[in-house]
């Protein structure tokens, strides 16, 4: 089995970019460069945005830039029994609620002249905790997670990141978590799951050892943490890379972005010259 397994996970919502290209050069770089090996997974929970034509973009612009992984690809929309099986084993360690506030809700409480100014996390805005305390049926409700019982589980969490912006290990505390992170959405009413919850069950399905991602998932990872803990799963290394934010060639202006990959293809740029443009 190979030692160093990483991934990249992106969500057909959309054409890759620039950002998308770094992040798997990136991943594919790292496993090469340790005899590893490198994973693709296609995140397409959010059924409604996914279409199967930017999943095939995806496997052509990833082919493009010389990348290669093993078949079957993993791709989220076949996963949701194992998502379901979390969930069920979350909800037997007394760790999970139904909730079915709205954001407008949300908003209404957190506004109330009591709660004083609400802390943001990684999902937005600290849960206030209206359906804690309820008895909801969970038809139709979306499931969070109850931080305070989670953390009263499994005490403190922690990760190493071997990326260059935050290397080191990453200790967070119960107190921490539950005032910075809070009772965040398990499974959306509409697709079952979440984010959070597909990642850390797809990480340790895949048995990736080094997450490659970019740096705006950094504060994600302590939620990934935690689910890994309550859920038996190992956690991996992580590396969190700096955002591509300038593109064309060497300087692009910023609107720019979000260009899609395949139009620096039909411009004639090479794979070569677009490594070399992302300094790597
Ligand atoms: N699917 C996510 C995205 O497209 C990436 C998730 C991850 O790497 O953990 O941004």
Redesign the pocket.
């Known amino acids: 089995m190979a030692g160093l397994i990483t991934r990249f996970?992106?969500?057909p919502t959309g054409p890759l970019h620039l950002g998308h290209a770094f992040?798997a050069l990136t991943a594919y770089d790292l496993a090469r460069s340790q005899n590893g090996q490198f994973l693709l997974r296609i995140?397409d929970i959010d059924t409604p945005r996914c279409r199967p034509a930017f999943e095939a973009q995806i496997y052509d612009d990833l082919h493009w830039l010389g990348l290669d992984w093993p078949l079957p690809v993993m791709r989220q929309s076949e996963r949701r029994a194992a998502y379901a099986s979390a969930l069920a084993q979350l909800n037997a360690l007394g760790v999970t609620y139904g909730c079915t506030c709205t954001r407008g809700d949300i908003r209404a409480a957190l506004s109330a002249p009591q709660e004083g100014t609400a802390p943001t996390g990684p999902d937005g805005p600290i849960y206030p905790g209206t359906c804690r305390h309820q008895q909801r049926d969970p038809e139709g409700a979306a499931i969070r997670l109850n931080m305070a019982r989670a953390t009263a589980l499994i005490g403190s969490v922690t990760f190493v990141e071997t990326g260059p912006l935050h290397t080191g290990s990453h200790i967070y505390t119960p107190e921490w978590l539950t005032t910075h992170v809070g009772d965040v959405v398990l499974a959306r009413r509409d697709i079952g799951t979440s984010?959070h919850l597909a990642?850390s069950v797809d990480d340790a399905a895949q048995d990736i050892s080094l997450?490659v991602?970019?740096v705006d998932?950094f504060e994600a990872t302590a939620i990934h943490t935690v689910l890994q803990r309550l859920l038996d799963l190992p956690t991996p290394e992580y590396h969190h890379h700096r955002l591509i934010r300038d593109t064309q060639g060497k300087r692009l202006a910023k609107r720019d972005a979000a260009r899609a990959l395949s139009l620096y293809r039909d411009d004639g740029l090479t794979p070569e010259a677009l490594r070399e443009s992302l300094a790597l």
């Open positions: 996970a992106p969500s992040s995140e984010y990642v997450v991602r970019g998932l």
